[in-house]
């Protein structure tokens, strides 16, 4: 898999078009169960292929399970120097309801290491589970801000079919999570993060000055990315690619010198959709100018129009020519951004 890896850097290098790679992220799966040689040889064979700025941001995904003292402490004489650790939450019960494969101990040891050797790490909380009262919730965020953490990444707990959570919420083991708690926990997370310093850049996402994700942020600002490996997707700033799910019949076509990857053209709905989605999410918001320059007065007008409902009921807000929600309207983020979408245009 990791020749594999290697090899399909090599063959898509020309879609780079010599433009700077300013981030490396291992994510997907565990990547944390790549050796130092194995990490150090992928971003060593990126630098051979194309045009990497001076200090990119390299980041590696993990588990507490997956971060003993002694991998910490491998991780940080390797290049990486950003770490994004699925942590979820601080209490034992939470964790084996989300079949999580650490515990509360494993959470609190892998940080107080991790802390020890990077500088620049973010972790992931869930809220509104069922039975996490607001005093347990706050807990969990003053537990992850007293490891001096400067980023955060916070969800809503989302209840997948054929899963184990979805068929204990089915027997009545445990209750469906409720949106209005979903909603108060947001309202606290935001409220805390922000006293202590942090930013709210993203409608899920905090980060302290300095220590915005540039990976995320590439995402949500429509740049240019390319996904390696099975299951990879990548966008161009026209269309979009995934590659093939399946590993074995990954590792066959790039064997055979192909690359098995689909591709969908984005029609300018498409675009403008995806740009609505995003911006609204973000504290960039959606720039009014950019709307008319680059998708025309038609989407301008008809964005006016479907917006107007939102402003009056100080759910979004203009300034400054930009879109934005208002604290009122964050966690209703989403919901407002389909009823901006242009559907069926082209």
């Known amino acids: 898999m990791v020749s594999a890896l290697a090899k399909e850097i090599f063959m898509r290098k020309k879609e780079s078009d010599n433009e700077l790679i300013e981030t490396i992220y291992f994510g997907g799966g565990t990547p944390s169960v790549l050796t130092n040689e194995e990490i150090n040889f992928l971003i060593s064979e990126v630098y051979k292929n194309y045009n990497v700025s001076e200090n990119p941001e390299i980041t590696l995904e993990a588990n507490p399970d997956d971060l003993s003292a002694e991998r ?3 991780l940080s004489k390797s290049p990486i120097n950003r770490l994004s650790i699925g942590i979820q ?28 050797y990077f500088d620049n790490i973010s972790l992931d909380l869930i809220y509104g589970i069922p039975g996490l009262t607001d005093e347990m ?8 801000l007293s490891f001096g953490i400067p980023h955060i990444s916070s969800y809503a707990l989302t209840v997948e079919p054929k899963t184990a959570l979805r ?6 083991k445990i209750a469906e999570p409720q949106d209005e708690v979903a909603s108060n926990h947001f309202m606290i997370l935001v409220d805390t993060l922000q006293k202590n310093g942090f930013i709210h850049y993203e409608l899920s996402n905090f980060g302290k000055e300095n220590y ?17 490996g099975p299951s990879a997707h990548s966008y161009d700033g026209e269309k979009r690619g995934w590659n093939v799910a399946n590993n074995s019949l990954y590792l066959k076509s790039i064997q055979n010198d192909e690359l098995s990857i689909e591709t969908e053209i984005l029609t300018v709905s498409d675009r403008y959709n995806e740009y609505i989605m995003t911006g609204l999410r ?25 917006s107007q409902k939102f402003l009056n009921d100080d759910l979004l807000s203009i300034e400054n020519n930009i879109l934005k929600p208002t604290s ?19």
């Open 72 to 74: 910490i402490l491998e």
């Open 89 to 116: 939450s601080f209490y034992e019960e939470d964790l084996k309801m989300m079949n999580r494969a650490h515990n509360s101990a494993e959470a609190i040891k892998c940080l107080q290491e991790a802390t020890k």
């Open 137 to 144: 919730w706050k807990q969990n965020i003053e537990t992850a």
């Open 167 to 172: 068929k204990l919420i089915d027997t009545g």
């Open 212 to 228: 915005f994700s540039k990976n995320n942020s590439a995402y949500w600002l429509g740049k240019k990315y390319i996904g390696i």
């Open 282 to 306: 973000t504290i960039w918001g959606v720039s009014l100018e950019r709307i008319e320059t680059e998708f025309g007065l038609e989407y301008l007008n008809y964005l006016n129009k479907q």
């Open 328 to 346: 009122k309207g964050k966690f209703l983020t989403d919901g407002i951004a389909s009823d901006l979408f242009y559907l069926n245009l082209e």
